[in-house]
């Protein structure tokens, strides 16, 4: 499975918007979770949402959860993370990531180490 991930980080003052996307390619994109973690300036990489390839039910972080959206289109194997209400704390590198065994709530309560793909990651700052 390899990840191509679309260009849509960037530098955004507090309150903005972005939209990060990933195309996923060599695998059946309904046999995996996919999401996304980021990992802030000297501190652990995070989980912050996900989706079931399989049937799109989609899961937040609580630092996250209602200022971001992750969705999926299969037809195009792509996945999306719309942030929205952007936060100096929101500042950090994003890595689209996938597991076929991760699901729901194991994909915050596992370690960050043991996610079998990844993307290449995407810088995001918040700043005015």
């Known amino acids: 499975l390899r990840f191509s991930c679309r260009a849509g980080g960037g530098l955004v003052q507090p309150g903005g918007s972005l939209r990060l996307s990933c195309v996923l390619s060599?695998?059946?994109?309904?046999?995996?979770?996919i999401g996304w973690f980021r990992q802030a300036p000297e501190k652990e990489r995070e989980a912050i949402s996900c989706?079931?390839?399989?049937?799109?039910?989609?899961y937040y972080s609580t630092s996250v959860k209602g200022r971001f959206a992750i969705s999926s289109d299969t037809a195009k194997n792509m996945v999306y993370l719309q942030m929205h209400s952007l936060q100096p704390e929101d500042t950090g590198i994003y890595y689209c990531?996938?597991?076929?065994?991760?699901?729901?709530?194991?994909?915050?309560?596992?370690?960050?180490?043991?996610?079998?793909?990844w993307g290449k990651g995407t810088q995001v700052t918040v700043s005015s």
């Open positions: 989706i079931g390839g399989s049937d799109g039910t989609t």
């Open positions: 990531a996938a597991d076929p065994a991760r699901y729901g709530s194991t994909w915050f309560s596992l370690s960050w180490r043991g996610v079998d793909y």
């Open positions: 060599g695998g059946t994109f309904e046999d995996y979770t």
